[in-house]
C-alpha cells in the first residue's frame, strides 16, 4: 500500500511552547489529508481536513487558532499545536486520500504521541 | 447519534472460537466502508474493505446492509494474533472517513 510518513512519532515538550508535526505522502500525491486525534481507550475523532493549497476544514469545537494546518504541496501537511497545554496530550494521527479515486482507503501515518508537561 | 457505533466491548475469546463485531452507521450517503484493526499505540491498518455483496479475507468475512446501515465482522478460528482493536470506519465521500470507537478482542490460549 501507500506510505505516508509522519514525524515525530513521539514529543515531550514544555507548557506553553508549539509542537510541529509533520505528515508526507511518500509514494503518492495527496490532495487531501486529514488530522486526527485519539485520547486513551477512546476512538480517533477528526479534526480537521486539509486540501492542498486552501485553508483547512475544522471540525466542531476544535480551535483553528490552537492547531494551525498548512497543506503548502501535494505531499506534505503540518500540523502545528500552539502554546500547548497538558490536556492536549495525546496521540495525533494524519491520513491521506490518493489524487485519484474517489473511495479509496486512507493511509495512515504511524502516528505522533505528544506529551506536555 | 454518533455517526459510526460499535460495541466496544472487550470480546474475550480461546483461541479457535468465532467471534462477530457489528457497526451501525447513520449517514445513509456513505459510500464505502472499512474494517481497519489498531493495534496498541500504532496506527490503524486496513483490514478489509466490505461490499454489499459480502466478502471474505481467510478467515475473515465482511458484510454490508445498505437498508439496515450495518455492518459486520466476522473472524473464524481466532488467533492469538488476532487480539487488537477493530474499527468500522465509513468514508462519507472524498476520503472523509468517520471511525468507530473500535471493538476490543483479546484472544486467549
Known sequence: GAVVSQHPSRVICKSGTSVKIECRSLDF????????????KQSLMLMATSNEGSKATYEQGVEKDKFLINHASLTLSTLTVTSAHPEDSSFYICSARALSGMNTEA??????????V | RKEVE???????????????????????????FFWYRQDCRKEPKLLMSVYSSGNEDGRF??????????????IRDSKLSDSA?????VNKGR???RFGAGTRLTVKP
Not at chain 1, 29 to 40: D, L, V
Not at chain 1, 107 to 116: E, H, I
Not at chain 2, 8 to 20: C, M, S
Not at chain 2, 61 to 74: F, K, P, V
Open chain 2, 61 to 74: 468475512t465482511a458484510q454490508l446492509n445498505r437498508a439496515s446501515q450495518y455492518i459486520s465482522l466476522l
Open chain 2, 85 to 89: 482493536t477493530y474499527l468500522c470506519v
Open chain 1, 29 to 40: 500525491q495527496a490532495t487531501t489529508m486529514f488530522w486526527y486525534r485519539q485520547f486513551p
Open chain 2, 6 to 32: 460499535q460495541d466496544p466491548g472487550p470480546f474475550n475469546v480461546p483461541e479457535g472460537a468465532t467471534v462477530a463485531f457489528n457497526c451501525t452507521y447513520s449517514n445513509s450517503a456513505s459510500q464505502s
Open chain 2, 95 to 97: 476520503g472523509d472517513m
Open chain 1, 107 to 116: 493511509f495512515f501515518g504511524q502516528g505522533t504521541r505528544l506529551t506536555v
